[in-house]
T-cell receptor, first 117, second 113 residues
Framework: KAGVTQTPRYLIKTRGQQVTLSCSPI?????VSWYQQTPGQGLQFLFE???????NKGNFPGRFSGRQFSNSRSEMNVSTLELGDSALYLC????????????????FGEGSRLTVL | DQQVKQNSPSLSVQEGRISILNCDYT??????FLWYKKYPAEGPTFLIS?????DKNEDGRFTVFLNKSAKHLSLHIVPSQPGDSAVYFC????????????FGTGTQLKVEL
C-alpha cells in the first residue's frame, strides 16, 4: 500500500513569490491535514480537509490556503512568501469513519522542504 | 501559547536501560494523546496513543502513562535500543477537533551503545 506522497520534496523561492505544494493521501483516506514544522516550534497545524471541505483551520494568515479534490488529493498554496515561511511542510492523511470521528492517528508524508530567500 | 510542552529538548540513555520522555499540556479540552517518532528526512510515524479515559496503554516496549490531574503524560521505552534514537513528539487532540493535533516541540532521544 503506497504511503502519503508529497511533491516537490525540495524547493527554493524568493520573497514575494507564491508556491503550491501537492499531497496524495493513502488510498481510501479521505482526510488530509497540513502541518508546518520549523526549528524550535514543533509541528503547527495549518488546516484539515475532508471530502473536499475544510474542517479545521489553524492560526495562520490568509496567505496560506488549501484545497482538496474529489480524489482526496490536496494542495496547499502560500502567496507572497516571507522569509519566515521557510519550513518543512508535512501532509498527513487519515481514515475517518465520519466527520465527527477523531482518531488522531495520522500517516505523514516525508514533507516538502521550502526555502525562501 | 504552547499548549503542549516537552521541556527536555534532548535525552541520552544507554542501550538496555529505560527511556522516559515527558510531556505536559495545559488545555483541559484535550482528550486524546499520541506519541510520534521522527527520523531525519522522514515524516513522523505514529507510535502509541492513549485516551483520556485511561491512565496507561502498553504496546510492546512502549508504554504511555497519563496523569490527567497533573496534565502530564510520559512515554516509557524499555529496553531502549539504538534504533530508538529519533525525535519524539507528543501530540494532543480535542473531542470534535477532527485530525487537528497540537504538537510539542519534540525531544531528541539518543540511545548509546
Amino acid at each position: 500500500k503506497a504511503g502519503v506522497t508529497q511533491t516537490p520534496r525540495y524547493l527554493i523561492k524568493t520573497r514575494g513569490q507564491q508556491v503550491t505544494l501537492s499531497c496524495s493521501p493513502i488510498s481510501g483516506h479521505r482526510s488530509v491535514s497540513w502541518y508546518q514544522q520549523t526549528p524550535g516550534q514543533g509541528l503547527q497545524f495549518l488546516f484539515e480537509y475532508f471530502s473536499e471541505t475544510q474542517r479545521n483551520k489553524g492560526n495562520f494568515p490568509g496567505r496560506f490556503s488549501g484545497r482538496q479534490f474529489s480524489n482526496s488529493r490536496s494542495e496547499m498554496n502560500v502567496s507572497t512568501l516571507e522569509l519566515g515561511d521557510s519550513a518543512l511542510y508535512l501532509c498527513a492523511s487519515s481514515l475517518l469513519t465520519g466527520p465527527q470521528a477523531n482518531t488522531g492517528e495520522l500517516f505523514f508524508g516525508e514533507g516538502s522542504r521550502l526555502t525562501v530567500l | 501559547d504552547q499548549q503542549v510542552k516537552q521541556n527536555s529538548p534532548s535525552l541520552s540513555v544507554q542501550e538496555g536501560r529505560i527511556s522516559i520522555l515527558n510531556c505536559d499540556y495545559t488545555n483541559s479540552m484535550f482528550d486524546y494523546f499520541l506519541w510520534y517518532k521522527k527520523y531525519p528526512a522522514e515524516g513522523p510515524t505514529f507510535l502509541i496513543s492513549i485516551s483520556s479515559i485511561k491512565d496507561k496503554n502498553e504496546d510492546g516496549r512502549f508504554t504511555v502513562f497519563l496523569n490527567k490531574s497533573a496534565k502530564h503524560l510520559s512515554l516509557h521505552i524499555v529496553p531502549s535500543q539504538p534504533g530508538d534514537s529519533a525525535v519524539y513528539f507528543c501530540a494532543a487532540s480535542a473531542k470534535g477537533g477532527g485530525n487537528k493535533l497540537t504538537f510539542g516541540t519534540g525531544t531528541q532521544l539518543k540511545v548509546e551503545l
